[in-house]
């Protein structure tokens, strides 16, 4: 649901865990002053590495602006054109491969007066950026809640008009369903959403390709599904998203349900105590490493197909040291190979294929 990015502390520690260019984003997001080098969020407790898994969610936990200051040489923010980096093509975003705890927490179904403006304050309260996968309808009847959502810093996604299966309509009513919504969120917000997360999940390699090309729009699914248009339940919310949570994770969840919307208070108290730190879809997609495996034919010089094999290894519990955010494989990701990015309890997760069920994605 939302558009674009913002993360201001997130910014610095992106810089210091991930060699990326993040900076260009800057400019983009943030409501307010450019607070690039907010420095720390609360949570990234850089050198924590195993402690941070036990610590209990204790409200105030902004021990890591001890640690940061002094590595946060950030880059004045640019000035121009964000120019982020552009999304994958042909491709379906499920998961981040990136250095550092980082995740991104996805919002659908909404905007909805009832529940989102505190879902809102709840990020607010927390520097925490989110994206929101807003429906046009919803949209077209609330364009102030989607202002709301852009002014505070978070991205805004699509997720269709009215809530089909993308691949059962037809042609002219797929222009109604993105390029109307596009359009809703153009004028309400003054930027054109670039990810879509299709209804349910439900997506083809033909259909997705024209999607990319005619309305501009990667497809974003998820690797943790908390079920929470199912249950109903904050504890259940809670507890699945915490079960399945790692670095890189996209977390789907659904802004117009209050149970959610009261669960994500705690939820989010404990990611930030494990040390996870949040960031938009963009800013993910600026900091995802490089397909290891050239699905396509890229490599011609040093052929050298590294098997995929990576992702869903199941990290090895405790493993003293390597992070799983860290087994990249060779490259150390120079400056992060110190953050023992929180990672604490990596679960397997949902693996990559998203349970889609009947459920109300
Ligand atoms: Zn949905």
């Known amino acids: 649901m939302k558009p ?11 810089a210091l865990g991930a060699g990326v ?11 307010g002053p450019a607070t690039t080098q907010s420095i720390s969020q609360p949570a990234a407790p850089a050198g924590s590495g195993q402690a941070a898994q036990s610590k209990p969610a204790t409200a105030g936990q902004k021990t890591a602006a001890a640690v940061q200051p002094a590595a946060a040489p950030a880059p004045a923010p640019e000035p121009a054109a964000p120019a982020p980096v552009a999304p994958r093509k042909n491709y379906t975003y499920k998961s981040f491969d990136v250095d550092g705890a980082y995740i991104a927490m996805t919002f659908d179904d909404g905007p909805s007066p009832e529940t989102t403006p505190r879902l809102l304050k709840t990020l607010h309260e927390r520097n925490i950026k989110a994206t929101f996968f807003v429906l046009g309808n919803m949209a077209a009847k609330h364009p102030e809640l989607l202002k709301m959502i852009a002014d505070e810093g978070h991205e805004i996604g699509s997720h269709s008009w009215s809530h089909p299966q993308l691949t059962r309509i037809s042609q002219a009513a797929l222009d109604k369903e993105l390029g109307n919504t596009s359009e809703v969120i153009l004028q309400a917000t003054g930027k054109r959403p670039i990810y879509l997360r299709p209804p349910y999940g439900t997506m083809k390699p033909s259909l997705r390709t024209l999607i990319e090309e005619k309305y501009g729009l990667t497809i974003v699914n998820w690797s943790v599904d908390p079920n929470d248009w199912k249950n109903r339940n904050s ?17 789907l969840s659904h802004d117009i349900y209050p149970t959610t919307v009261d669960a994500m208070p705690r939820i989010l108290d404990e990611l930030i105590a494990k040390g996870y730190k ?3 879809l963009s800013q993910m997609v600026a900091m995802d490493k490089p397909l290891k495996a050239p699905m396509v034919a890229s490599v011609h010089a040093g ?12 990290p090895t519990a405790s493993a003293g040291a390597p992070k799983p955010g860290a087994q990249a494989g060779t ?11 929180a990672a604490s309890a990596p679960k397997p997760a949902a693996t990559g294929a998203p349970a889609r069920s009947a459920g109300v994605y």
């Open 4 to 14: 674009l990015l913002i993360v201001t502390g997130f910014v610095a520690a992106a």
């Open 235 to 251: 504890q259940a919310v809670h507890d699945a998203i915490l079960a399945q949570v790692k670095p890189g994770a996209i977390v």
């Open 331 to 341: 490259k150390p990701a120079a400056p992060s190979g110190t953050k023992p990015a």
């Open 303 to 314: 052929q050298k197909p590294k098997p995929a094999a990576q992702a869903n290894a199941k």
């Open 21 to 31: 260019a993040v900076t260009p984003f800057l400019i983009a997001a943030d409501d």
């Open 278 to 280: 949040f960031a938009t």
